[in-house]
Antibody, heavy 121, light 111 residues
Framework: EVQLVESGGGFVQPGRSLRLSCAASGFTFDEYDMYWVRQVPGKGLEWVSS????????DYADSVKGRFTISRDNAKNSLYLQMNSLRAEDTALYFCARGATFSLDYYMDAWGKGTTVTVSS | QSVLTQPPSVSGAPGQRVTISCTGSRSNIGAGYGAHWYQQLPGTAPKLLIYGDTSRPSGVPDRFSGSKSGTSVSLAITGLQAEDEADYYCQSYDSSLSGVVFGGGTKLTVL
């Protein structure tokens, strides 16, 4: 069974940093692209970042570019999101998701339950 | 303002058919990038419902179907059931943004 378990969320002051982790199991992690998607409570889904299976291709939403860094450790079956210079508008539930890429199809076929990040003074 | 446009809400009675539209542009759906749909039940993570415009993952009932026309896609749900009440999101890839884009979401209410 595919499992994605996020951790590392919490309460942090504006301007500080936080590192999210996503532990993957039940599939061959190093064969899949991975994503971070966030959701403000009561609002819609927002793509944050994506990372190719070999860490060569990294993409970021404009809202986090230059502040967040996505990475992975295939030996540890883990995905990470380093979040620096956090702002109140980064407050959200952060989901880790497994990517599926076929030709012009880019989508997410498995999701974790999410970890909550709250940025407030 | 989302790159993909969905109606905020739709509703239908049990047993009826409802459709949810998702309108994109020439840099995403219109460029040939696949459109995908997710169902998010209250308090849970999103679940893949339709991928590649029209395909269903195993385990998704055939009451759910997807279609595409030009720069828009639609999700149809037939034989509406109470457990279908959820938020539905469309998603694609945008070449201008070099990233994934989501619609704003549609709340389905089963009357």
């Amino acid at each position: 069974e595919v499992q994605l378990v996020e951790s590392g969320g919490g309460f942090v002051q504006p301007g500080r940093s936080l590192r999210l982790s996503c532990a993957a199991s039940g599939f061959t992690f190093d064969e899949y692209d991975m994503y971070w998607v966030r959701q403000v409570p009561g609002k819609g889904l927002e793509w944050v970042s994506s990372l190719s299976w070999n860490s060569v291709k990294k993409d970021y939403a404009d809202s986090v570019k230059g502040r967040f860094t996505i990475s992975r450790d295939n030996a540890k079956n883990s995905l990470y999101l380093q979040m620096n210079s956090l702002r109140a508008e980064d407050t959200a539930l952060y989901f880790c998701a497994r990517g599926a890429t076929f030709s012009l199809d880019y989508y997410m076929d498995a999701w974790g339950k999410g970890t909550t990040v709250t940025v407030s003074s | 303002q989302s790159v993909l446009t969905q109606p905020p809400s739709v509703s239908g009675a049990p047993g009826q058919r409802v459709t949810i539209s998702c309108t994109g542009s020439r840099s995403n759906i219109g460029a040939g990038y696949g459109a995908h749909w997710y169902q998010q039940l209250p308090g849970t993570a999103p679940k893949l419902l339709i991928y590649g415009d029209t395909s269903r993952p195993s385990g998704v009932p055939d009451r759910f179907s997807g279609s595409k026309s030009g720069t828009s896609v639609s999700l149809a749900i037939t034989g509406l059931q109470a457990e279908d009440e959820a938020d539905y999101y469309c998603q694609s890839y945008d070449s201008s943004l070099s990233g994934v884009v989501f619609g704003g979401g549609t709340k389905l209410t089963v009357l």
